[in-house]
């Protein structure tokens, strides 16, 4: 297996609030839901740099296709990181987030490492970190 993700794909419990946040909110590029006309396939995609892509489809129709049962989802099973190239990105971006109606779980503080980061979860409970790490600093888009 190559070492690539290409679409990191969240279940979300309304489909429409996830993207009004997502595109609305957060800025992120989406020419919106898609599928609708397929029984189970309703998604909205977003581009995200470096070729990925953020997918949102509803928990149930991610359970139907995949064959398992919807479990409760757990804002601690993984965080998505949001990696910015400035120290003051991290504020805009959590602010921007409070904005949009994501719940700020963690405001940004100084890291251990030495960097700059605070966490926020979006309307489903997806736990964001939004960081600014001197020592990673993310490549130009």
């Known amino acids: 297996m190559k070492p690539k993700i290409t679409v990191l794909t ?3 419990a309304d489909l429409e609030r ?3 946040f997502y595109r609305e909110g957060l800025k992120l590029p989406s020419k919106g839901i898609v599928g609708r006309e397929f ?4 998604v909205a995609f977003f581009d995200l740099s470096g070729g990925l892509k953020l997918a949102i489809w509803a928990q149930e ?3 139907y296709d995949c064959g398992l049962a919807k479990a409760p989802a757990s804002s601690t099973s993984f965080s998505i990181g949001h990696n910015v190239s ?4 991290v504020d805009e971006a959590m602010q921007q ?3 949009a109606g994501a719940e700020i779980v963690k405001p940004a503080e100084e890291t251990f490492y030495g960097g ?3 966490y926020f979860t979006d309307p489903d409970g997806h736990l ?5 790490n001197p020592e990673n600093l993310p490549s130009e888009i």
């Open 10 to 12: 969240l279940g979300v």
């Open 18 to 20: 996830s993207l009004a």
């Open 39 to 42: 029984e189970h396939g309703a």
């Open 61 to 63: 129709d991610l359970a």
């Open 86 to 89: 400035r120290r003051d990105d």
């Open 97 to 99: 987030a409070r904005q």
């Open 116 to 118: 700059y980061a605070g």
């Open 128 to 132: 964001w970190e939004v960081v600014w």
